[in-house]
């Protein structure tokens, strides 16, 4: 028997995918035979057990593990096979072709970095067929060959593959997605697999086996502008380690990372790793690497870390294609957990613009509802702000997953960015943020200081709900308690600051908000807790406090919310004080809040000790 | 090498993600190649730290060297090291004579679902490799089990990318696989570039044998080799077309799905 004894040099993930019944383990099984892959007595294994079922043999068997794939004689999940081939270590996955277990071939192409896509050339171009193409472009799969199989059935003939051939590529051409090959093989009797097919003259392109050889490992992702999404930060020792997947780009130490859609900035001191001598400096796109900075800024999970010159996109809003596999159909309106890289938020389905039939991808419009294996084009809406790509341009940090209850029930990539009300000023925010001179005091040299963080606690509601009561209430407790707070009453900016606006312009939101935000952020900058209400701005409250969010970003909000009688709050709000209110305990609820947040130090004093970072 | 830190870096972020996602995580050691490796992986992604417990189901039939080696590890590595043990069967006088199937269910299966119940665990971390045997060769990097430790194979999760299920129903748990994708060589060729300590059964000292797989004493036999180090074996595996597990009496026939739905493993 025939060994491979080359070292591997590389990994390689191939997807086998098509119709069900179209050959996929048989083809799978006759390239590991075929290529002396198989351990031995397995395949004397195989036989036995199909001699003893009264069964011909069947290939497929070889990775059709259970019991009930081999009786009804289909694949149900995904198999990760090992293959090695000169110098190239190959994992190939058999996906499943039954309708049935589509999440499972999608699992197993989301792995891959190029694919077999096979084609029974009797019975030609199925749904399957269709589909499974269609989702591997979805996917990102790129690389990929179409596998013209059972072509002995056929007498072997040309014009039977060149019809199939054709019929295919005028499919793929719609979503612009190109075939490296289409190979005429027979699964079953080893032509055009390992070997090249007597039966088949005419044909003298790649074997299927050459053409694993010439795909590609995706390398160029390194020379894309940097993207990290961090994953973790760990304190296991002196060191505040941030780790997190590079998934483009490169970064070394001494780089000024822009953390998205925090803005927080600061400089890479070193690269970590445990047992590499010596310590590395560097680290580029595949790598799970870790960091410490020259700055204890506060970033977490979800964030993308990247150069300033290239950011990535933030927003509330994109849209995108989407597949859905949730036992329950996707409706609009509900809500769902969205996981774009790292970062997990609540999302709701803006709107559904229409869904795709993959037979035909003719395009039905209007619909509520997303059902189970259809493709959808969608907007989605986000409780916060999302850092992101569009997937043409970065293909991890542009796709994303939805998470329904307990399971990941869809997945889809990014196409466009969809702006939404705060795209200015978050703008602004970030220009601003990048440009801001700093003193040597640092942040944290105030917080040690001072026994607490800034933050601002923001007071919504209508009229004479107590708002302004309750915050002079709060900042006299705060400072009696020895906190430097300031109570930022708008009337205040109106004649001073605000001077200069027409008359028409002191009656809209949108300016008045914009230089209330700019001032609560100069102040929280200060250190202070801020406290402040919308008073200025009437029934625009929710507008207003949106700009101010917005322009403090990233310090804490603590959102309360004030009203007579029961109502929906404004989103995000953190205490909800309905009917008449008792003002002490309404402090109380704001001071423990502040205190869950990490503002406040446990204690005052020489070394305050905080319970979170923020 | 390029291949073996690519695996690395797989490993890696999904040791992340468990730790990130599960409060009360852990992580099983038989102390063999590919327990260990995974492991030393574990001190990769956490820098040099193992932040969680390490499980040893013991079934009182492991081969005496391989608890030393556990508890000197143990000692060198700060290890936060649980061992569990189905003492009830064992008294009751449990062993591989009774049946493999019906012994490894007992000891270690049950001895397994005990530990876990015990001290509540929501995610274990484990080393198996999908090249190992065929119903391996279909799980998923993160792979719920249901109230009884049962893997229902026909309806698992969708795995897209790098996002994996961390979200479960209570009662229920995830298993972590994050050595899918390892096949036994590059565990051998990844010991040899780390240097990771292993127990010396593993190689021939003389008598023209060694372990290739490491289980419980009556169930395991050596294989005929020579290779009396690390390069040696890998130099062995290249060659060879004998399966790994084929010293493990568990694998024949279809005792290992039918141990694996059950929970084993
Ligand atoms: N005549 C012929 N039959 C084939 C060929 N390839 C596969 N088959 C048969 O088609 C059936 C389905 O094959 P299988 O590999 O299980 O298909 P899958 O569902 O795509 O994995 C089996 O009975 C195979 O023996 C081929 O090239 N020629
Ligand atoms: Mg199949």
Same mark, same amino acid.
Not at chain 1, 571 to 593: H, K, M, S
Not at chain 2, 210 to 234: E, F, M, N, Q, W
């Given at each position: ?12 993930? %191939?997807?086998?995918?098509?119709? $069900? ?9 006759? &390239? ?28 497929? !068997? ?22 090695? *081939? ?31 896509? &096979? ?44 019809? /199939? ?24 009797? +080893? ?67 822009? !953390? ?30 870790? %960091? ?52 997990? $938020? ?7 613009? #229409? %869904? ?24 989605? #809406? ?70 607490? @963080? ?6 919504? +509601?209508? @009229? ?83 700009? %101010? #969010? ?65 | ?14 040791? #992340? ?11 099983? *050691? ?9 492991? *030393? ?5 956490? !820098? ?93 990097? !993160?792979?719920? @089990? ?14 897209? *990318? ?16 994050? &050595? ?29 044998? @060694? ?11 050596? /294989? ?42």
């Amino acid at each position: 028997m025939q060994v491979n004894v080359t070292k591997p040099s590389e990994n390689l993930n %191939i997807v086998i995918v098509g119709h $069900v019944d179209h050959g996929k383990s048989t083809l799978l099984g006759r &390239l590991y035979a075929d290529t002396g892959s198989l351990p031995d007595g397995k395949l004397e294994k195989v036989q036995a057990i199909c001699k003893q079922q009264g069964k011909e043999f069947e290939y497929a !068997f070889l990775f059709d593990a259970f019991l009930e794939e081999q009786e009804q004689g289909i694949t149900i999940d995904t198999a990760r096979t090992f293959f090695m *081939w000169k110098g190239r270590q190959y994992i190939i996955i058999d996906a499943p072709g039954h309708k049935e277990f589509l999440k499972n071939m999608i699992s197993g192409a989301a792995r891959a970095e190029a694919a077999l896509l &096979l084609i029974d050339a009797l019975e030609g171009v199925k749904e399957q067929s269709k589909k499974h193409g269609y989702l591997l472009s979805l996917l990102g799969v790129r690389q990929f060959a179409v596998v013209v199989n059972k072509m002995d059935l056929v007498g072997y003939r040309q014009d039977v593959f060149d019809g /199939i051939e054709k019929e295919y590529r005028e499919f793929l051409g719609q979503f612009k997605a190109v075939p490296a090959q289409f190979i005429p093989v027979s699964a079953k009797l +080893g032509d055009n697999i390992a070997n090249r097919s007597q039966a088949m003259s005419w044909y003298s392109g790649p074997t299927v086996l050459d053409t694993l050889s010439a795909f590609q490992k995706e390398t160029a992702r390194s020379e894309q502008p940097l993207r990290l999404s961090v994953q973790d930060v760990y304190k296991f020792d002196a060191r505040r380690i941030i780790t997190g997947r590079i998934t483009a780009g490169r970064l070394k130490v001494g780089d000024h990372l822009v !953390f998205s859609p925090s803005n927080k900035r600061a400089n890479i001191r070193t690269v970590e790793a445990f047992n590499i001598e010596p310590q590395p400096t560097e680290g580029q796109a595949g790598q799970s690497i870790g %960091i410490t900075l020259d700055e204890q800024i506060f970033v977490e999970r979800g964030e993308i870390a990247s150069h300033q010159e290239h950011l990535p996109s933030v927003s509330t809003a994109f849209r995108a294609n989407l597949f859905w596999l949730g036992k329950k159909p996707l409706e609009k309106g509900r809500k769902y957990l969205l996981r774009v890289a790292t970062k997990e $938020v609540d999302c709701e389905v803006a709107s559904i613009h #229409r %869904i795709i039939d993959t037979m035909d991808l003719a395009q039905q419009q209007g619909s509520n509802s997303v059902g189970k294996n259809q493709v959808a084009e969608l907007t989605l #809406r986000t409780k916060a702000p999302v850092a992101f790509d569009l997937s043409a341009s970065f293909e991890a940090t542009g796709r994303f997953v939805l998470v329904d209850e307990y399971d990941i029930a869809g997945g889809g990539i990014i196409t466009e960015l969809v702006h939404d009300d705060q795209e200015f000023l978050r703008e602004e925010a970030r220009r601003r943020d990048f440009a801001w001179v700093k003193g040597e005091v640092t942040v944290e040299d105030r917080a040690q200081q001072y026994g607490h @963080r800034a933050a601002i606690v923001l007071i919504t +509601g209508g @009229r004479h709900t107590g708002k302004s009561f309750l915050a002079r209430k709060l900042e006299g407790r705060l400072v009696a308690d020895g906190r430097h707070a300031y109570l930022l009453d708008g009337e205040n900016l109106r004649r001073g600051l605000d001077a200069d606006l027409s008359e028409e312009e002191r009656g809209q939101t949108t300016e008045m908000a914009r230089r209330y935000g700019e001032v609560a952020r100069l102040l929280i900058d200060t250190g202070l807790i801020v406290v402040s209400t919308t008073n200025p701005f009437g029934m625009a409250y929710r507008e207003a406090s949106e700009a %101010i #969010r917005t322009l403090v970003h990233p310090a804490p909000v603590i959102a309360v919310h004030m009203s007579k009688t029961a109502e929906e709050p404004p989103p995000n709000t953190d205490v909800v004080l309905t009917g008449p209110t008792d003002f002490d305990a309404a402090t109380a609820r704001i001071l423990d809040e502040l205190k869950r947040r990490g503002v406040l130090a446990q204690a005052i004093g020489a070394k305050p000790v905080f319970q979170y970072s923020i | 090498m390029k291949h073996l830190r690519q695996l690395e870096d797989q490993s890696v972020y999904i040791l #992340r993600e468990a730790y990130k996602h599960f409060n009360n995580l852990a992580m099983l *050691w038989s102390m063999g190649k590919d327990s260990t490796v995974l492991l *030393w992986l574990a001190r990769k992604a956490f !820098f040099g730290h193992v932040p969680f417990p390490l499980l040893h189901v013991d079934t009182s039939y492991k081969i005496p060297a391989m608890i030393e080696y556990r508890d000197r590890l143990a000692r060198e590595w700060r290890l936060d090291l649980v061992v569990g043990q189905n003492k009830e069967a064992l008294a009751a006088g449990m062993n591989h004579t009774l049946g493999r199937v019906v012994c490894c269910t007992a000891l270690k299966t049950n001895g397994l679902k005990q530990l876990l119940e015990n001290k509540g665990y929501t995610g274990v971390i484990l080393g198996v490799r999908a090249d190992e045997e065929g119903t391996r060769a279909k799980e998923r990097y !993160f792979s719920p @089990r249901d109230k009884h430790g049962d893997w229902d194979f026909r309806d698992q999760p969708p795995e897209l *990318w790098d996002q994996y299920k961390t979200t479960f129903p209570p009662g229920t748990h995830i298993r972590i696989h994050p &050595l899918l994708d390892w096949t036994e060589i590059n565990i051998w060729e990844y010991i040899k570039l780390e240097n990771i300590p292993f127990i010396d059964l593993y190689l021939d000292k003389g008598d023209g044998t @060694r372990y290739r797989s490491l289980g419980c004493a009556p169930c395991t036999t050596p /294989i005929k080799s020579t290779a009396k180090t690390v390069d040696d074996i890998i130099e062995e595996l290249r060659h060879t077309t004998v399966a790994e597990r084929s010293g493990r009496a568990q694998d024949e026939g279809r005792g290992m799905e039918l141990l694996r739905k059950d929970g084993y493993m």
